[in-house]
């Protein structure tokens, strides 16, 4: 079965609902299987590292994947739970042929994926990822059954508590601030952070308490986490000055997002402004230049030009950040999310406990509070807008859409965003407006989802 298309890599990697396809007992084996296949065809008897998350389902196939790889003649060292970017770190650093992560990051406990890290440590590209969904394609339709039987009894590799070490160590020397007078309190949102943060906080001498630290199987990202960032917030700006800062990872730990000492959410584009202007005054920012998505907000964007930092936009998704980065020779890109990268250092991925890191090292050696270091960027007001259409006609086909988009962009005149596109998925055309007040963002939001409904509406 080929196709040009991915049909089972996302963004990051796969995903969907634990027991079910693609993640059943046979297909998760099969998988793990076309993968040792993939990797075998370029390196005899690869090596392989895998971790996983906290999600009841994890262990399960984390062990299927094992023992597809094991079959097609790899070797598999787990590591247990531990965050995404500590397998790609391992990846990198250990000379694996490469990683695995058991994960679906923020979904719910219900939900699960399977990630890929080559030997650099970087996540697949879109190519070898569709020459790997061809190979598992290939061996689903072969005959099967005994092969998968002969090897049902085979378990897990134990969790090498010094390979999560080795990450943690590594983190621990990546910043040389002294944090001793930073109170933190650290969401780990019941997830892969668990296993690492609080070693990682006390060997770097970090005055911090924790909070869903305790993983059932079940409550992974709930209520909590990166996708909850007002639960470490508000018990903050409840804790009477107490903390410093507030911390909260996803159920992965690549993203991070924060809290200053009043409670205030602290979103990626903060963090980007933030480092940034850290990295830009060192001389660790090549071309004073930033890579952000097309969810970044445009005050981001105003902040960095009023530092002197121009701003690019890649594609949601920390992997295009990441490839607009190496184009580019840029060393810092993120999202909104908080996903970051550093690449002024070894990070070849999003990264939240590195994030963290990085947000205390600005701080420790300012001498200043999160809240005065962001204390200038200006969230500029912004709406989406969905528009069922009847059919996908290109806008600048269509006069009097691309009048209207034309005439709200003159009216910004570059202090406001217009972003209008069709959904990859849903015959829905959706319009994102940013502008400087609330009044003309709804204004021009208006007058171009009229001027859809009108031309193409369902």
């Given amino acids: 079965?080929?196709?040009?298309?991915?049909?089972?890599?996302?963004?990051?990697?796969?995903?969907?609902?634990?027991?079910?396809?693609?993640?059943?007992?046979?297909?998760?084996?099969?998988?793990?299987?076309?993968?040792?296949?993939?990797?075998?065809?370029r390196i005899s008897k690869p090596q392989i590292v895998i971790g996983q998350d906290t999600r009841e389902s994890s262990e399960w196939i984390a062990r299927r994947v094992t023992q597809g790889l094991i079959s097609s003649g790899s070797s598999v060292d787990s590591a247990g739970?531990?965050?995404?970017?500590?397998?790609?770190?391992l990846a990198r650093a250990r000379g694996y042929a490469a990683g695995i992560v058991i994960s679906a990051s923020h979904n719910p406990w219900t939900d699960n994926g399977i990630k890929v890290f080559s030997a650099d440590g970087y996540k697949l590209p879109d190519d070898e990822e569709l020459a790997i969904e061809q190979e598992i394609f290939a061996v689903l339709q072969r005959p099967r059954g005994s092969e998968i039987e002969r090897t049902s009894s085979a378990s897990t590799l134990p969790g090498d508590a010094a390979l999560r070490r080795?990450?943690?160590?590594?983190?621990?020397?990546?910043?040389?601030?002294?944090?001793?007078?930073?109170?933190?309190?650290?969401?780990?949102?019941?997830?892969?952070?668990?296993?690492?943060?609080?070693?990682?906080?006390s060997l770097r001498g970090v005055n911090a308490a924790f909070l869903c630290a305790s993983p059932d199987g079940k409550?992974?990202?709930?209520?909590?986490?990166?996708?909850?960032?007002?639960?470490?917030?508000?018990?903050?700006?409840?804790?009477?000055?107490?903390?410093?800062?507030?911390?909260t990872f996803d159920g992965d730990a690549d993203r991070a997002l924060f809290s200053d000492a009043e409670g205030r959410v602290v979103n990626g584009d903060a963090v980007l402004l933030l480092a940034a202007r850290d990295m830009h005054a060192r001389g660790l920012l090549p071309n004073s230049t930033v890579v952000a998505t097309t969810m970044s907000n445009m005050g981001l964007e105003i902040a960095l030009r009023d530092s002197g930092i121009r701003m690019l936009r890649a594609d949601v998704g920390d992997k295009y950040v990441l490839q607009?980065?190496?184009k580019t020779g840029s060393t810092l890109g993120g999202e909104q999310s908080g996903h970051i990268i550093f690449r002024d250092g070894e990070s070849t991925t999003g990264d939240g406990l590195l994030t963290a890191l990085r947000v205390m090292d600005v701080m420790a050696r300012t001498r200043k509070p999160l809240a005065e270091l962001i204390a200038d960027l200006r969230i500029f007001p912004q709406k989406i807008q969905n528009i069922r259409v009847r059919e996908k006609i290109p806008f600048s086909e269509v006069p009097e859409i691309q009048r209207e988009i034309d005439a709200a962009s003159a009216e910004l005149d570059g202090n406001g965003r217009v972003v209008v596109r069709y959904s990859g998925t849903e015959?829905?055309?959706?319009?994102?407006?940013?502008?400087?007040?609330?009044?003309?963002?709804?204004?021009?939001?208006?007058?171009?989802?009229g001027s859809i409904k009108n031309a193409l509406g369902a």
Avoid at 81 to 89: F, K, L
């Fill in 1 to 41: 079965m080929a196709s040009s298309k991915r049909q089972l890599f996302g963004t990051d990697g796969i995903r969907g609902v634990a027991g079910e396809l693609p993640l059943t007992m046979e297909s998760t084996f099969l998988i793990g299987q076309a993968l040792g296949h993939d990797l075998n065809r």
């Fill in 219 to 247: 409550n992974i990202n709930d209520n909590c986490g990166a996708l909850h960032p007002e639960t470490v917030a508000r018990t903050v700006a409840n804790s009477a000055g107490q903390y410093d800062l507030g911390i």
């Fill in 324 to 326: 607009e980065m190496l």
């Fill in 166 to 201: 080795a990450y943690v160590e590594w983190l621990a020397g990546a910043v040389g601030s002294d944090f001793s007078g930073l109170r933190v309190l650290v969401d780990c949102a019941n997830g892969a952070a668990t296993a690492e943060a609080p070693e990682l906080f």
């Fill in 427 to 449: 015959a829905v055309a959706r319009v994102m407006i940013e502008a400087e007040s609330e009044e003309k963002m709804r204004s021009l939001v208006s007058r171009i989802s």
């Fill in 81 to 89: 739970v531990i965050t995404t970017p500590g397998i790609a770190y």
